[in-house]
Structures are given as C-alpha cells and as structure tokens.
C-alpha cells in the first residue's frame, strides 16, 4: 500500500506497518459533475466522494511532515497519493473532474479550504461565512450567495484556527471573537459558537493585490480629477486628517491612498488593531495591538500604543481606527507637533465625526468640559475627508470639509467639496458630479504657501467650481 513508497516524503514512519484503506464508501460511478444540482452547486455524492478520498488520504500521509516541505512538493506529493487512491477504489472521473477534487483537498490540507477560488479573486471586497453552508460574498457592490460550502462547522472551525494562529491569536470557547489577518494583510473577523449560534461566523474584508492610488479612485468615479488634487495637496502639506465613514465605505483604502503623497524623509508610525495599512515609504514602523493570553493578562490596547507612540520620535502618526479612549491620545499628537497624522473612524457626515471625537474622549473617562474638548479638536483636526457606500454600491468621497474655528461652544466648518447626485441612469447606477463650494482660500492655504504648493491648490478648487 501507500505506506511502503520510499519516494514520498509525507508518509508515515516504514516502521510502522501500514493502514488498510478503509473500505470506500458506495458512490454514484457516474462523473461528480454529472451529478450537480441544478444551479451549479455540487451534489451530495460530490462531497461523500470528496471525503471518503480525504479520509483515505489521512490514513497515508503524515500530514505534520507535509507542513515542513515547500508548498509545490506537498501539492504534488498530495497529488500522487490521491491520483493513486482514485485508481485502488475504481472512482469514474473525468480528467477536469479530478483536477478539482485534487485542488480541493489541497487547499483543505494546506490552504484555507473552500475559501481558496474566492480568495484568489480580485474584484471580490468581501467574504462572508455563516455556518458550513451559507457563504456570500460582496462583488461589484452586490451581495451574492455562492455555492461554495464547508464539509461541517468543525472544518470551517479548524479554518478559523489557521487563520488567526497566524498572527498568533486564539479563537475557542473561552475566547469566542477575535479580529484578525491574512498574510496580505486582509481584515478577518471570527466569532465562534456559543456566541455564533449557527455555527462560527467568518468575515474577511479583502484587499486588492495590487495597491489602489487616487488615480484609481478617479477611475472609479470616487472622486473628481480636481478633487483628487485637493486631497493630494492636504496630504502632502501635513494636514491633520480624519477619514469619516460607514463600514465598507472605503475608509482604510483612501487612507492609503492619501498616505501615497507622504515624502519618504518622513518617519511614519502606524496604530492598527489588525495590521492593514500598506504604506510604499521606506521609514515605516507597524505596531499592532494584542489580546489578552488565557489568564486574561498582556492585553495592549490602541490607546497604549498610540502614548507609546510618542516616545517614538514620530513625524506622523497614523491610527488604522480610532474607537475608543485613543481618541484623546491621537489628538494629543496630532496638536504637539506631529503634524500629517492621519485616522479613521465610523461616522455618516463630518459634522456627526467631531461629535464621535468628543463622545469617545468623554467616554475614556476624561473629566474635561465639553468647550474644552471641543478646542482641542479645532486645534487639531485641519481637514476630514467623508466617503460612503451608496445604495447602487458605489463608492464615492461625498465631503471634503474643514475645521476652521469656534463660535461660542460651536465648532465651524466648512465644506471646500461636495458630492452631489443628479439622479440615476437606467441600469440604476447612480449619477451625480463633485462640485466645488466656492471657497477660493481655504484655511490651510497657509500651510499650502509653506510647501510651495498654493498655487497647485488654487487651480485644482478653480477647476473643481468650473
């Protein structure tokens, strides 16, 4: 049998006398794929053919061994053994048909299982898991459900666990949510039973392979051309930034974008509870916040990072979100010389960001009088650049605003870009233009002055009212 082959280096010890296979379970000799449901979505024969071959598998292999071989060899040593089990038990499939089921078990033993063909596409923002049989996923700003599943809950479990252990986190009974990572740094959010009553819920929100730039947010209609130059110039002239929006709105992905036109003289240190961001500059330092261990001990929160961060010699700070007593610590930085820093947080216009501001900082336990708190912000905050998911699924920056002062207890802003739709067209998308406010000398214009750069600022809002 299989444990006898001296050229395959995933078998178990010779030693060891080898394990009969299992007598195969009785499966339909017709072609997997002939027997598809309507639809598109395997079978139940697919998956009983499917595991039987996987537990025959696991009877051969030493699965430990193959963690320690190079990707490609533990793919073609999984492959020969397979091919060869396929034969022994007489399964009828066609040449695509077992490719497939050869491709599955790969990834089920060495990648991330069913969610490997999803994960391998680009123009999908969002995965989402509830339980073993439901996955949907988030594609040109639709929801879609498709007919990928897991065997049961314990291998979307045991998917989980790979996952996050990773990033040397934890998710199990005792600690039932954890925020975690991909390798390409997508954000991954796991809450398992007895929380997750049907079974563990999984959520990635993906990023793109290749890093978006504004350019490409123009493309996408995000923004205007002369937009883009406005937010091109705040970055570049050390504005204190706030990016406000809904969840999925494109808050992270503009972050990056404005971090793009950071001069590479600069040294950046970056806040992130799950490490995201993906900054080009050469003088860089990620920090990530951590959990508690089992004797609920060693947590570091956002907060302690952000203090930490300004013993650091930063020149910007950048906070991936800002949702908690970290708040006043960022504010702090962003208003003691460490001009450019940038954050982003969950609010649905710039006015209702400040009020967040304050309700985070009064809520850290800071005994501070309202009028207080809100003069730290104006002395702080320069600019807060607002996007939104629009209901066709669109994405689009609808509010370039500033914060230029106090009236008694009132802060003032004004609005240097807005988003404004005209309509619909007639497959639903929705229709509308970037328009310019007016205002010709913002309140940064100085500071724009002192990087030579108030010029470029006065054609780009010129060309944004035209």
């Not at 991330?112 to 949907?136: C, S, T």
Request: glycine share 8%; charged share 25%; aromatic share 4%.
């Amino acid at each position: 049998m299989f444990g006898k082959r001296s050229d395959i280096a995933a078998v178990k010890s010779p030693d060891a006398a080898p394990k009969p296979a299992p007598e195969p379970k009785k499966v339909d000799q017709a072609p997997v794929a002939r027997a598809e449901k309507r639809g598109g979505e395997p079978s139940e024969e697919y998956y009983e053919t499917k595991a039987t071959i996987f537990n025959a598998l696991f009877e051969t292999i030493d699965v430990s061994a193959l963690a320690g071989m190079q990707l490609d060899k533990a793919r073609a040593e999984i492959r020969t053994i397979v091919d060869e089990i396929i034969a022994i038990r007489n399964v009828r499939l066609s040449v695509a048909e077992q490719t497939q089921l050869i491709t599955e078990i790969c990834d089920d033993i060495l990648g991330y299982g069913p969610l490997e063909p999803l994960l391998a596409r680009d123009d999908i923002a969002d995965i989402m898991v509830n339980g073993a049989k439901h996955v949907f996923i988030e594609a040109n700003g639709k929801m879609l459900k498709t007919n990928v599943r897991f065997r049961d809950n314990t291998q979307l479990m045991n998917i989980c666990q790979r996952i996050v252990s990773q990033v040397g986190r934890r998710v199990d009974e005792a600690s039932p949510i954890c925020d975690a990572r991909l390798l390409d740094g997508s954000r991954v959010n796991v809450i398992a039973p007895p929380l997750s009553i049907d079974g563990p819920s999984l959520t990635i929100r993906k990023f793109k392979k290749d890093k978006l730039t504004l350019a490409d947010l123009v493309g996408f209609q995000s923004i205007s051309p002369a937009g883009a130059k406005v937010l091109q110039i705040i970055g570049a002239c050390q504005c204190n930034i706030v990016i406000s929006g809904g969840t999925g709105s494109g808050k992270t992905t503009l972050l990056n974008c404005l971090t793009g036109f950071i001069h590479p003289d600069e040294r950046i240190i970056t806040c992130e509870d799950a490490a995201e961001l993906q900054l080009q500059q050469p003088h860089v330092v990620r920090l990530e916040t951590r959990p508690p261990n089992l004797e609920g001990k060693g947590k570091v929160t956002m907060a302690d990072l952000v203090k930490n961060c300004l013993r650091m010699r930063p020149e910007r700070i950048i906070v991936g979100e800002v949702r908690g007593p970290e708040a006043f610590d960022l504010l702090q930085a962003m208003n003691t010389g460490h001009d450019g820093s940038m954050g982003t947080l969950h609010a649905n216009s710039p006015r209702e960001a400040l009020s967040r501001l304050e309700s985070m900082i009064t809520m850290g336990g800071f005994s501070l009088p309202a009028k207080t708190i809100r003069e730290m912000i104006v002395g702080s905050v320069d600019v807060i650049v607002q996007a939104a998911r629009l209901r066709d699924g669109s994405r689009r920056i609808t509010h370039i605003t500033e914060v230029i002062g106090m009236e008694g207890d009132v802060i003032v802003t004004q609005d240097l870009l807005k988003y404004e739709m005209d309509g619909e067209d007639a497959d639903g998308n929705i229709v509308g233009k970037h328009r310019s406010t007016g205002i010709a000398r913002p309140a940064f214009w100085d500071r724009a002055r002192y990087f030579n750069l108030e010029k470029d600022l006065a054609m780009a809002l010129d060309e944004a009212g035209s």
